[in-house]
């Protein structure tokens, strides 16, 4: 006889392969349908679905919802990728509360500030043009494998101090720790070997805090070495582990808000031609990108006590699934939420969330869009789309593109 955990395990699977199939491609109906008539839907297993915008925003400001509790996937029998994954995942700061939290957080909050991001800004350029140059003689390209992938990792990997010839395997990393992120995925490919990357992410940013140590310069991890003297770090693993949630954090989110903005232009054509006439639109355009889209779509809490939230009662440890996502697409705070405007001002969409955990690398990622959009935009301007039905990954927290054709 199966066990209960297996059972579970297995329906969980096969909802997770519903939903990778039928809803991948546009879950939006799927979120006004739960946000009109089941806004805080209670699940049999402890987990709430929150699906409007007001109720998202408290679950995230309130800091007695904690940081998602990574036992209750005890429920799921992980394979041994995925333990290895949620074994890294225990010492991220985003699954971290205070006080370890908070000092985790004022080390990463110095290093992703605008003043040092600024300075990024050369580095970053040349990043986008190298990639561009590579297809340039080509006329057409993979939006998503020949710029959106590499270009965030290879900018993260500078970021930490890596040399170039490093920046290979930092992307075949992300290919491969990028998987077990999300539990649609996860569950479509169990047998997943993530262990050996993890091993050899530790081990590379073990060695690199080695040399920093001795040889201190200006990158994430002489940051991070410093902080280790300080007591701000208190372990190598919180040292390694940090360093590699940031790839993990950096990495995906800044692909899909680059490959999901720019189906959002062609799909609105004269966004696209508005973009192109006025330039600074870019900043409003690229958070109308994020709400529109959101690249990350759901994050968790966990009940610390018993809280009160739209007249219910979520029991202390339970879970609550703050869809970002249909948040961003709810008409009681947004009007018009299911159109592109890319001059959309008071735009307060919850695609960074909010409150303790809210995004620490907003800044970053908003130069490295900003750069990416423009450099395209002005250095193609004939370029078209040359697939009108991309597909989208599978998957349910971070939605993306499999790949984007275009011509130029
Ligand atoms: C468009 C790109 C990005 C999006 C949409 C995004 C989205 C998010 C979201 C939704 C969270 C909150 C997760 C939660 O509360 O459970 C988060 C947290 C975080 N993000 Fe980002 N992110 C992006 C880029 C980046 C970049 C470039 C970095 C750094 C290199 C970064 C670093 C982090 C970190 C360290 C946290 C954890 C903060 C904490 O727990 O206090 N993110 N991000």
């Not at 679950?59 to 394979?79: G, W």
């Not at 500030?113 to 340039?136: F, K, M, T």
């Not at 529109?292 to 440890?317: C, H, K, M, N, Y």
């Amino acid at each position: 006889m199966p066990s209960s955990s297996t059972t579970f395990a297995r329906v969980s699977r096969v909802a997770s392969r519903m939903y990778g199939r039928l809803f991948s491609a546009n879950p939006y109906p799927l979120y006004k349908f739960l946000r009109t008539r089941y806004p805080l839907l209670r699940t049999p297993i402890g987990f709430w679905i929150s699906t409007r915008y007001d109720n998202c925003l408290e679950v995230l400001r309130d800091k007695r919802f904690l940081a998602f509790d990574l036992n209750a996937l005890d429920a799921f029998p992980p394979d041994d990728g995925l333990k290895s994954m949620r074994e890294a995942l225990q010492h991220a700061i985003v699954f971290r509360n205070p006080p370890d939290h908070t000092r985790l957080r004022r080390l990463m909050t110095t290093f992703f500030s605008p003043a040092v991001v600024n300075g990024l800004e050369p580095r970053i350029q040349h990043i986008v043009d190298y990639l561009l140059d590579a297809v340039e003689a080509r006329g057409s390209m993979d939006l998503i494998k020949d710029v959106a992938f590499p270009f965030p990792i290879d900018v993260l990997a500078e970021v930490m101090g890596a040399d170039d010839a490093d920046k290979p395997m930092f992307r075949d990393w992300m290919r491969t720790l990028g998987v077990p992120l999300d539990p649609v995925i996860s569950a479509n490919d169990p047998g997943v070997e993530v262990r050996q990357a993890i091993a050899d992410v530790q081990r590379y940013f073990s060695d690199l805090a080695a040399d920093r140590r001795k040889h201190p310069r200006e990158d994430l991890i002489s940051i991070m070495v410093a902080a280790e003297g300080r007591g701000d770090l208190q372990t190598e693993e919180e040292l390694v582990f940090s360093a590699m949630f940031t790839l993990l954090a950096g990495h995906e989110t800044t692909m899909n808000m680059i490959g999901n903005g720019m189906l959002a232009l062609f799909r609105n054509p004269d966004a696209l031609a508005r973009l192109r006439s006025d330039p600074s639109l870019i900043e409003s355009a690229l958070d109308e990108f994020l709400r529109f889209d959101s690249p990350v779509q759901v994050t968790f809490r966990t009940a610390s006590e018993d809280i009160e939230l739209s007249g219910r009662t979520i029991p202390r440890g339970d879970h609550v699934v703050v869809f970002l996502g249909a948040a961003n697409r709810d008409p009681l705070r947004f009007a018009d939420p299911d159109q592109l405007d890319i001059a959309r001002t008071e735009n307060h969409h919850l695609s960074f969330a909010a409150g303790p955990h809210r995004c620490i690398g907003e800044v970053l990622a908003k130069v490295e869009g900003r750069i990416a959009f423009e450099t395209i935009l002005r250095r193609m301007p004939k370029l078209a789309l040359a697939d009108p039905n991309p597909k989208w990954r599978p998957a349910m927290s971070l939605r993306g593109l499999q790949s984007l054709p275009l011509t130029f």
